[in-house]
């Protein structure tokens, strides 16, 4: 508990470098303690602040693996893929977002997961996996309407980059 506490304040006093330490040697010491999700959401802060997105994504992925199937789990899916797409691993983010999706996440963090995924499938230049995930989103009412108009502007712009006018117009 000690340690957490020393991360903690060290991280408020803008010293990174020791709550890491604090952190990790928490993390190697006491890997069963019931402070080790903090530790690790500290290293992922951490990691975050520093652009170190793949990092900050293992660290959350970590948390998110020891907890059961419900909102908080997708919560820290949600950022985790945002964690991914930061990063420009837009194939990543999308398959992340998409297990998100399928689990049922609240509705208040739906239409921002589903956008995601669809826009993280488009970056990714998977412009069917996109159209199919927009018209899935769609169909099921997982999207809002502006957000359903952005993400279909989006798909229709990156369809005409790549010269598919055709199923840009559809």
């Known amino acids: 508990e000690m340690l957490l506490l020393r991360a903690r304040l060290r991280l408020n006093e803008a010293r990174q470098e020791k709550a890491i330490v604090d952190a990790e040697r928490l993390l190697a010491e006491f890997p069963a303690s019931q402070f080790s999700n903090e530790a690790l959401w500290i290293l992922g802060y951490v990691a975050w602040q520093d652009r170190r997105y793949r990092s900050a994504a293992d660290y959350l992925q970590r948390i998110r693996d020891r907890l059961p199937p419900g909102n908080e789990r997708n919560r820290l899916g949600q950022l985790v893929g945002d964690c991914y797409f ?85």
């Open 86 to 170: 930061s990063n420009g691993d837009y194939a990543i983010a999308a398959s992340v977002y998409r297990s998100v999706l399928q689990n049922a996440p609240d509705p208040e963090r739906l239409h921002v997961v589903a956008y995601q995924d669809i826009i993280s499938e488009i970056n990714a230049g998977r412009l069917d996996e996109a159209a199919a995930a927009l018209d899935s989103a769609s169909l099921l009412g997982h999207i809002d309407n502006t957000r359903l108009w952005r993400a279909e502007w989006n798909l229709v712009e990156a369809l005409r980059r790549e010269a598919r006018t055709n199923e840009a117009f559809s």
